[in-house]
């Protein structure tokens, strides 16, 4: 066989590459992430087979397993009751369920993948940064030509898509994979002149940074800052740029609030949202019988959902947040020890009498209480826990090896931020998300491992 076709068939070249594409598949769509996904689990299963389940399974490793298998039971127990009782004529919740699996199968193989070194995280970390690139430059041509380079249009005033169409999750995708961008020069390139390194961190910053703001994303923007920030904080060698970092923040928001009205209002509202969230049992909310006579009281199915009750007092919800998270718990409340299976939750906020379903709750753990109950809310939570154990507090705690492995610390923050409870959230269950959720837990997880290994033979 020619030289050049022997080696694109290589089990090595073929594994990469198919993970190099996956963050062009976040780009594509949900339909060119579950090919992806197919793809990776196929050649890798054909190539390695039973050899990626043959490890040491740990407790963390029994745990994750007992978890999808408690998602699979419970979808065909509810599956069963939904049917036998005629509220839904479909197997979505079953099939949801079953299909779930794959991030089972696609956590094992990571693990086995990076163990092995047939994934190479430098390409990894390459193909992230020039996405996040590709992605940060086609919102700055859509923002100034009112199209990006596909030709989708700026759907809305104060928010831009970029290559993702009419889907605004272009401020999402630049902080869940942007964060790498920062590690691929000193850690995988590296350049040891720190005028270069520097230049190519302030460089990448301020693309980031402006990027954000103009996608309109304002939870990934703020995150993204803190993401920063805490990087800057816990690791020992840039704890003395904390403050001048923190500085230069302060001052670029500030100069853009008070001299971009449009960034104004955006950043304003926003900030009105989170303080709705501290006040929203503030004397001013208080329903006055005025009010309840006139606007309240004819209309109780509908006000439910604006109004929450406390301590025998009605109050006023002005939060969009606050009515999806108040419907997220009242949803919970229909089944509140194992839930109503994946992809439930409008089935059951409708059973719940709430008026306005929407799709999920907006928040991964009301989502997971609604859908799995306070059984499978408990197992995510252990999950969480073990991992943030042994990750960060290891990491940063501990006179562990870990303190010295930059390559982890990422990973580290990403998976902390993509589990942070007090945030609004996409579906936890949804393609996009839980690829990368799992994806992101599933290399931490490895790398940890393999520093461990490492460390042990030294």
């Given amino acids: 066989m020619n030289p050049y076709l022997s080696h694109i068939f290589e089990k090595k070249f073929v594994m990469n590459f198919l993970f190099l594409m996956l963050f ?48 699979l039971l419970n979808g065909i127990y509810n599956n069963y009751f939904y049917k036998s009782n005629n509220l839904t004529a479909d197997s979505t919740v079953l099939i949801k369920s079953f299909l779930f699996l794959r991030f089972l199968l696609l956590y094992f193989l990571i693990n086995f993948l990076i163990k092995k070194d047939i994934i190479n995280l430098k390409i990894f970390f390459i193909a992230s940064s020039v996405a996040v690139i590709f992605v940060s430059l086609d919102l700055f041509y859509q923002f100034y030509f009112g199209y990006d380079i596909f030709g989708f249009e700026a759907i809305k ?27 691929l020069y000193p850690v995988f390139l590296k350049i040891d002149n720190k005028f270069i390194l520097w230049f190519l961190f302030i460089a990448l910053f301020f693309l980031l940074f402006f990027s954000l703001l103009i ?46 009205q449009t960034t104004k209002d955006h950043l304003g509202s926003y900030k009105n949202k989170i303080r709705s969230f501290f006040y929203i ?28 009750e406390h301590k025998g007092k009605l109050y006023k919800i002005n939060n969009t947040y606050i009515k999806e998270f108040k419907t997220g718990f009242l949803t919970w409340k229909v089944n ?24 999920h709750p907006h928040n991964y753990y009301l989502e997971i209480l609604s859908e799995l109950g306070l059984f499978g809310f408990l197992l995510f939570s252990l999950i969480f826990f073990v ?28 998976f902390l931020m993509e589990i942070f409870p007090l945030k609004n959230t996409g579906s936890f269950f949804s393609t996009f998300n839980a690829t990368y959720f799992f994806l992101i837990l599933s290399i931490l997880v490895s ?5 461990n290994l490492i460390e042990k033979k030294i």
């Fill in 24 to 71: 062009f598949s976040f780009i594509v769509g949900n339909l060119a992430i579950n090919l992806n996904i197919l793809l990776i689990l196929i050649f890798g299963l054909a190539f390695y087979k039973l050899d990626v389940f043959k490890i040491n399974y740990t407790f963390l490793d029994k745990l994750i397993f007992f978890t999808f298998f408690y998602i």
């Fill in 157 to 183: 005033g104060r928010r831009l898509s970029g290559p993702f169409g009419d889907e605004l999750i272009a401020g999402s995708f630049l902080f869940k994979f942007g964060i790498f961008s920062f590690f």
């Fill in 215 to 260: 996608s309109g994303n304002r939870t990934p923007f703020f995150l993204f800052l803190i993401t920063i920030s805490c990087i800057f904080f816990f690791e020992k060698k840039l704890r003395k740029f904390f403050l001048l970092f923190l500085s230069i923040v302060i001052l670029l928001i500030s100069m853009i609030y008070n001299f971009h």
């Fill in 281 to 308: 049992f503030s004397e001013d909310n208080i329903i006055t019988e005025e009010e309840l006579e006139k606007t309240y009281r004819y209309d109780k199915k509908n006000n439910m959902f604006y109004t929450l």
């Fill in 336 to 359: 509140k020890f194992f839930g109503g299976g994946i992809k439930s939750f409008i089935l059951n906020c409708g059973r719940a009498n709430i008026p306005n379903c929407v799709n």
């Fill in 387 to 414: 991992i943030t154990f042994k990750t960060f507090i290891k990491k940063y705690f501990t006179n562990s090896s870990l303190k010295h492995n930059y390559i982890i610390t990422p990973f580290i923050f990403l």
């Fill in 447 to 451: 790398l940890v491992r393999k520093n």
